[in-house]
């Protein structure tokens, strides 16, 4: 096999109008449907991204508004899958809880009888938060989960419900941009797995099931909390600067490193670390932690010209944020639910069986020995 091919690199798998990563002088960068990533985050709100991914256009104001209205009506989750949700042990990592979740809601509600794909899209997208708190609020201290009726965004409910008050706005929209950041990304390993599923003709929550289950790697959505505990781990810089190189001698990865397609820089990463940097202004805590992740940034550019990928700012701004890092890697599932979404109903609209083949490196043809002579 030749080593482009090797876990499928450069191979172009399918094709897809939701997103393009055009790293050309003159292609505009990430787009979500022809708009580019960077104007999203600056001009929209994680509601408009998702509405844009899963409905195909941006919404008018009153489209907005009735979105916004539609995804509050689906934050309650039904009485079963609460119980489901509490008898969860404490110690269970929170990616397989929202696993677990999806899958339940989809023995409660699955689709059809009048339940279709872009119904479930919205349930899920307005419900991941909640189905996330109501395990960890319970496992951790019994807690219910709090209404947030007062917060209509995906980001603002999240921090409120977790938190227990309203939180501060820069928190909010630091949380909506990280939303938007996250929603969507061309083929990458999990919305491959989704779009896999789909073609199967399987049903949208068994999609998105497997799309959880491929995200939970460090290789992938887990990079984020790996990335934090980095981060943690040194007191100051210059203990940073010492163990990366010590970690880069013994040819570890740095987690919230490289990525498969960008090839000079992620164009998330920027916009995340402005954000980490707002949130750390007047917090002695956030500041030394930036400088921490920055002498890391620094370091490995300067040794493996590696830049940060989302992941890595993305760590420091969702601490700041006050939240606790095992659910880093869910918050990247509320957000790419869109994504996957969008992918599904794409797949589903002109569907062939995924199904490649493999070159075959085992053994010539042989028999099969009697067992007493093996
Ligand atoms: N830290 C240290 N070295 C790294 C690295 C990292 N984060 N990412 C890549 N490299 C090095 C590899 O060791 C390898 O070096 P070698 O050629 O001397 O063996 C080379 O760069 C190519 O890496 P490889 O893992 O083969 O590239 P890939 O395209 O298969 O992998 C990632 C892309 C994202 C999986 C990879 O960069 C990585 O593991 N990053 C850390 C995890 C992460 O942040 N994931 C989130 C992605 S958004």
Redesign the pocket.
Known sequence: MSELSK?L?GIVAGQTAVAIIDESETGGGLQYRGYRLGELAEKSTFEEVAYLLIYGALPTLSQLKEYKKKLLSLRSLPEVLIEVLQKIPADTHPMDVLRTGCSMLGCLEPEGKGRDGVAVADRLTACFGPMLLTWYLYAHGKRKLPQADAEDTVAGAFLYQLQGKAPRERQRQAMDVSLILYAEHEFNASTFTARTVTSTLADFYSAVTAGIGALRG????G?NE??MELIERFPNPEMAEEGILQM?AK??????????VYKHS?PRSDVIKSWAAKLAVNDPKGQKMMAVAERIDAV?KRE?K?FT????YSAVSYHLCGIPTPLFTPIFVMARISGWAAHILEQRADNRLIRPMSEYIGEKVRSVLPIEKR
């Open positions: 876990g690199a460090p290789l992938h959505g990079a790996a990335a880069l040819k570890e990865k740095i987690m919230g490193f490289g990525h498969r992620d490995m493996k590696l990928n989302l992941d890595f």
